[in-house]
């Protein structure tokens, strides 16, 4: 928790209160912070700033001079389709994603997605996975997220209006390299930044199958590998994001 | 688990076992695999192949036709040395670097290393974490893994012996970026593969302290950031590493 968020409700013009039990606990076990500390704090969809603790119970420390002048980084221009992924990873995987600045989430279902993960109670705390990760990459603006039960209906109906001219699949059968990729892309453009794809399909476990990577290709989504090395999801989504950062 | 690695002992001519439980419970759980079904193999600090299964027993599942001939996949020229995380990371830490492919695995001190991490009996596992991640990535070579539990003697006193024209310290406060980086050092070079740092100094929690990014830079290692979001040591590490896999 590199800040604290709030949401808009818990401030009045320059005082603040934070009332959650994580956060409460942060401030206490991690920070050790006492009355008279000053706290990086943030409002949820707005600026970043700081504040003053002036006062702290077990269920409420109320904080003063609030002052909320830094606009949050911008987000990356990105959306990234992600097959659902294990319950496990999913927390892991969507603070990275909101950490690093994506802006769209797709969860999409995929040939390797089991049925069960779409049951799973992970899928209603998406919300709380979102702040920890704006927590974590100090960004208040949080990440658009929608589930896509089905494949099929999504790639041929809706996908054609979201797509731009730059989609990839991450795949490590893929024909080009990502680096090649970004070299075809680049032949007309003057710099990398303005040639990186603007929306990634990232398979689960076991990757997309070969179904699903034409139907992706018939939209015009180009797959691509990142060398011969098989990651975890999560390594795989951070290694590839990575190319966004730099 | 992508593959199956066993030690050299486990093989016999054209035969081989499996008996360690993690590896019987993926094959009978995971793989569903049945006597005649092929898996794929590979001898630790050997080839890759593949082998059948002849026999299955609770506690040992024989293997014949075993069939190496695929070399694993290069390493990484790259060291990272890598401040000890939190125990709780660790294992994950150590599975992606050896998934990526990194040659050499540095764990050493620093400031905000808590002391009570180099006792954790975490430390005592890390062939196991090694053999995770062989398995993840697809390779039988075990990168080599050093601990230093002490920051100064090692940058001042073993650093030099170590030490190419290229590395690089991880740091969000460091003046220039990767990019920015990569393009100075580009100047006088062909392609970027060639320019890529050998060596990479990688924080935990809470980063390098001003000392220690001082220390580093007096034996020539420069200090780079990846942005202004600060991420989990684990994402921070994968989006880092991405460089080196495109």
């Known amino acids: 928790m590199n800040c604290i968020l709030l949401p808009a409700v818990?401030?009045?013009?320059e005082s603040a209160y934070i009332n959650a039990a994580a956060q409460i606990e942060h401030v206490n076990q991690v920070l050790g912070a006492k009355v008279g500390?000053?706290?990086?704090?943030?409002?949820?969809?707005?600026h970043l700033g700081s504040a003053v603790i002036t006062d702290m119970t077990p269920e409420r420390i109320l904080l003063g001079n609030v002052d909320l002048t830094t606009?949050?980084?911008?987000?990356?221009?990105?959306?990234v389709v992600l097959a659902l992924p294990r319950p496990k990873v999913l927390r892991r995987l969507i603070m990275d994603m909101t950490?690093?600045?994506v802006r769209d989430i797709i969860l999409i279902n995929s040939y390797r997605t089991q049925k069960s993960y779409w049951q799973s109670p992970m899928l209603n705390r998406l919300d709380e996975f979102v702040l920890e990760g704006l927590?974590?990459?100090?960004?208040?603006?949080a990440p658009r997220i929608s589930l896509q039960k089905r494949f099929k209906p999504f790639v041929e109906d809706e996908l054609a209006a979201l797509m731009t001219n730059r989609a990839i699949?991450?795949?490590?059968?893929?024909?080009?390299s990502f680096s090649q990729y970004m070299q075809q892309q680049l032949k007309n453009a003057e710099s990398p930044q303005k040639v990186l794809p603007?929306?990634?399909?990232?398979?689960?476990?076991?990757?997309?199958?070969?179904?699903e990577v034409e139907m992706l290709a018939r939209q015009g989504c180009q797959a691509v590998h990142i060398g011969a090395r098989?990651?975890?999801?999560?390594?795989?989504?951070?290694?590839?994001l990575g190319q966004w950062l730099l």
Chains 1, 2 share one sequence.
């Open 10 to 13: 818990n401030f009045h013009n």
């Open 37 to 46: 500390d000053t706290l990086k704090v943030g409002q949820l969809e707005g």
């Open 71 to 79: 606009a949050p980084p911008p987000k990356l221009d990105l959306t």
């Open 99 to 101: 950490a690093l600045g």
């Open 135 to 141: 927590q974590q990459g100090i960004d208040t603006a």
């Open 169 to 176: 699949i991450a795949h490590p059968y893929g024909a080009l």
């Open 198 to 211: 603007s929306m990634v399909f990232v398979g689960a476990e076991g990757g997309w199958i070969d179904y």
């Open 230 to 240: 098989i990651l975890r999801t999560e390594a795989a989504v951070n290694a590839i």
